[in-house]
């Protein structure tokens, strides 16, 4: 079966960095897209960045733009988070996920993830 498993979260200081990292197996194709969510307490979850197996970044949600960047090392099955500039408000459980349908526009719609990992904390606080 596919499985998604996120590490990498912890408590970190506002303009610090974390590197979250996302390790697939199971999955039938090497061409899967992989998405990264976030859900934070009293809000839905959201898209934050979606990566294809090519390594091209499809989507950055713009609250993140210039300070998160995904990417992916498909030899390894594993994709990245590399979050620099941390906010208070980045503080989130950020999830992985992917599915064979699975596709993201450039202007943020995110469908098709049938697949998920099981989350990894992030919190920003001083």
């Known amino acids: 079966q596919v499985q998604l498993v996120e590490s990498g979260g912890g408590l970190v200081q506002p303009g610090g960095s974390l590197r979250l990292s996302c390790a697939a197996s199971?999955?039938?194709?090497?061409?899967?897209?992989i998405g990264w969510f976030r859900q934070a307490p009293g809000k839905e979850r959201e898209g934050v960045s979606c990566?294809?197996?090519?390594?091209?970044?499809?989507y950055c949600a713009d609250s993140v733009k210039g300070r998160f960047t995904i990417s992916r090392d498909n030899a390894k099955n594993t994709v990245y988070l590399q979050m620099n500039s941390l906010k208070p408000e980045d503080t989130a459980v950020y999830f992985c996920?992917?599915?064979?349908?699975?596709?993201?526009?450039?202007?943020?719609?995110?469908?098709?993830?049938?697949?998920w990992g099981q989350g990894t904390q992030v919190t920003v606080s001083s």
């Open positions: 996920a992917t599915g064979l349908a699975a596709y993201c526009s450039g202007s943020g719609l995110m469908i098709g993830f049938r697949y």
């Open positions: 199971g999955l039938t194709s090497d061409y899967y897209v």
């Open positions: 990566i294809s197996s090519s390594n091209s970044i499809t």
